[in-house]
């Protein structure tokens, strides 16, 4: 009786398998003997094996991660948070991309520690996405950014000064 496949797992096993992910046997087993429905645990299996190719060094396989999870939607934010303190700049810019959609106001300060990025690029996404999600009560924040060392972030701190 012990082998038996439940309907659970056999949903499980049959989804895993369309979403591409090895082992799927050893893997059904392990999620059917935990207390969390097929669907969600389909979906913190998948997120975490794009977490993992996110930091791939391979940047197409990183890339194509984010595309997968950015398809996802909210669900992905917790994977999106682990990666706004990714060490590759690659990752945290593309994740300060996915947040912007759909970060509430009242959590901004995922983003803030992102306006002293070592890396331009990020920086002047944090920039233009503290501004889109905080909006006008936040401009003291990328205000001191008007004097960044990078002329491009420079100059989306005034854009966005001037816009309000």
Known sequence: MKNTIKIGSLVALIALTALGISGCVSLSKKISRQNIPAGERIVRLKTKKLLSQLENSDWRVAAQASLELKN??????????????SRKWQVRSWAVE?????????RIDI???????????????????????????????????????DPYV?????????KF
């Open 72 to 85: 996802m939607g909210e669900a992905s934010m917790p994977i999106w948070e682990k990666a706004l303190e």
């Open 98 to 106: 996915a947040v912007i959609s759909f970060l509430d106001p009242t």
């Open 111 to 149: 983003l803030l520690p992102l306006l002293k990025d070592e890396n331009k690029d990020v920086r002047r996404k944090a920039v233009e996405a503290v501004v889109k999600v905080g909006g006008k009560p936040v401009l003291f924040k990328v205000k001191p950014l008007a004097k960044d060392s």
């Open 154 to 162: 420079r100059q989306a701190v005034i854009y966005i000064l001037c």
